[in-house]
């Protein structure tokens, strides 16, 4: 099941929920301060719902959803775990991907305007992979294993410049930056400079009353090749690395079977 709900439907819907935050997104630039304004955008919302008839008020004067769409929002609302996902294509620039999980299924929220929610039914862990993939279609052509640490700042400094245009600027941040491999790391500006698609996928455990544990990864399709960034040893070091399609299927198989084990 896949639905596109306008801002009023899905407050009305968090609303019915009691939901206290969504993961993923501002409720500040999202709702308005003022509690008249807030009633109005629900009343909307919940007259938009009946007219859809995917909201009913019944004999005993309960509200009863269209049972999709609240399997649907009992995920997005109360999930167990979540995928924060961002891809860059040069094109269309930035864009958004949510995932969360509930009883081993994900549901997909993405926001097609400034206005809408879309909310899809992905399925389990194999299900949602292909789905990254599909998102993320990296190279399936096999490569010579190359891999680099490099500082944290410097990376993030020369992937920023990059994405705006300053690929000099960009190398030389990388050719001083500390690394276990300056020419690796150098290249890496070409790569941000002409990537295909760029990306991350932040990994949460969601546990109650304890921080949230994240686990990210970050991907780069450059000319000639797939790069996939993680944390390194040090705190103030990622480890950047090659990768393909195989590559990348299997660290998020195993990033999703860690992410559903037990908190110690």
Do not use: C
Request: charged share 25%; net charge negative.
């Amino acid at each position: 099941m896949a639905i596109v709900l306008d801002r009023a439907e899905f407050y009305t819907l968090a609303s019915l929920f009691r939901a206290e935050e969504i993961i993923g997104l501002d409720a500040e630039a999202l709702i308005p301060t003022q509690a008249a304004e807030q009633q109005a955008l629900y009343d909307r919302g919940r007259e938009q719902l009946r007219e859809r008839e995917l909201l009913r008020i019944n004999a005993r004067q309960e509200v009863e959803l269209e049972q999709g769409l609240r399997d649907l929002m009992a995920t997005v609302v109360n999930p167990e775990n979540a995928l924060l996902v961002v891809r860059s294509l040069p094109e269309l620039g930035r864009q958004l991907f949510l995932y969360y999980e509930r009883g081993h299924v994900f549901v997909e929220q993405t926001l097609p305007d400034d206005h809408s929610h879309r909310l899809g039914l992905v399925g389990d862990h194999d299900a949602l992979v292909a789905r990254l993939l599909e998102l993320f279609p990296v190279t399936a052509a096999p490569f010579a294993p190359d891999a680099f640490t490099v500082a944290t700042n410097d990376l993030l400094q020369a992937y920023q410049l990059a994405g705006e245009g300053q690929a000099e600027r960009a190398r030389a941040v990388l050719e001083a930056a500390r690394s276990s491999n300056a020419a690796l790391a150098t290249q890496m500006a070409e790569v941000f400079a002409h990537a295909a698609f760029s990306g991350n996928i932040s990994l949460l455990k969601l546990v109650p009353g304890r921080t949230t544990r994240s686990h990210d990864i970050a991907l780069a399709q450059g000319p000639d090749g797939a790069w996939g960034i993680t944390g390194g040893a040090e705190t103030d070091t990622l480890r950047v690395e090659r990768m393909n399609a195989t590559v990348l299927r299997e660290t998020l198989r195993r990033a999703l079977i860690a992410m559903d084990q037990p908190l110690n």
